[in-house]
């Protein structure tokens, strides 16, 4: 009876075989190691990107929807005395918008402003027209639309009455609308905002405020005394 001898792997074939099996979990570990880079990637751009749709829900409805709003000052000294609940500076921002009528004691009107505070992105509005929050007596709200912003910066659109420009050569971008100083009571064409993160990010959305178009405005249209030729 013939008997088989046991055949016993060599060195050599051991050191093949372990260098194979380091091999294939190097690539197994950085296939799973991408995989879950890119999902991270995918998360954080999923996140970025919802954030990006409430905060433009929020920005269209208030700059889209922007409107003239005149009122009369307790200090006023006349009876007609009024000025216009617009405050637009080059990093901030408050207006008057319409919105839905969800209630008539509350009516369609909202006044609200856009502010950054310790990196937070904040907008504030109320039903009812005010001086300063505090005299609003609890009718404010606030809604953090993100976090992570460094500032904001707006620009607003405004029409050369120089009439021997080109009609589509007429648009001013101002970095601030007057309104105390220069009585106007009329509003931007269209508002411009960008915000800037904290890392150096920045989105820009631009609106046409609410009833201008090319040819209409809506309100009374004062332009500025160095545009009246």
């Not at 905002?193 to 178009?213: F, H, I, K, L, P």
Request: hydrophobic share 40%; net charge negative; charged share 30%.
């Amino acid at each position: 009876m013939r008997l088989c001898r046991r055949r016993h792997f060599t060195l050599l074939e051991l050191a093949i075989a372990v260098v194979i099996l380091m091999g294939l979990s190097l690539a197994l570990f950085g296939y799973a190691r991408s995989v879950s880079q890119n999902w991270a990637k995918i998360l954080q751009e999923k996140n970025r990107f919802q954030e990006l749709l409430a905060l433009d829900r929020v920005i269209d409805a208030a700059l889209s929807h922007a409107v003239p709003f005149t009122w009369k000052s307790d200090q006023a000294s006349r009876e007609d005395e009024k000025f216009p609940f617009l405050v637009a500076q080059p990093n901030f921002l408050r207006l008057a918008y319409l919105h839905d009528l969800h209630d008539p004691v509350e009516g369609a009107l909202r006044f609200g402003e856009f502010r950054v505070q310790e990196e937070k992105l904040y907008f504030t509005y109320s039903d009812r027209p005010f001086y300063q929050w505090e005299d609003l007596g609890g009718r404010d709200q606030t809604v953090l639309l993100a976090e992570g912003v460094s500032h904001l910066v707006f620009s607003y659109l405004d029409w050369s009455d120089d009439q021997e420009d080109e009609w589509e050569d007429r648009w001013l971008w101002l970095e601030e609308w007057e309104t105390e100083d220069s009585q106007r009571m009329d509003l931007p064409l269209a508002i411009r905002m960008t915000v800037v993160w904290t890392n150096g990010r920045q989105e820009t959305w631009m609106r046409r405020t609410m009833g201008n178009a090319y040819r209409e405005r809506f309100g009374k249209w004062n332009p500025l005394e160095e545009d009246k030729r």
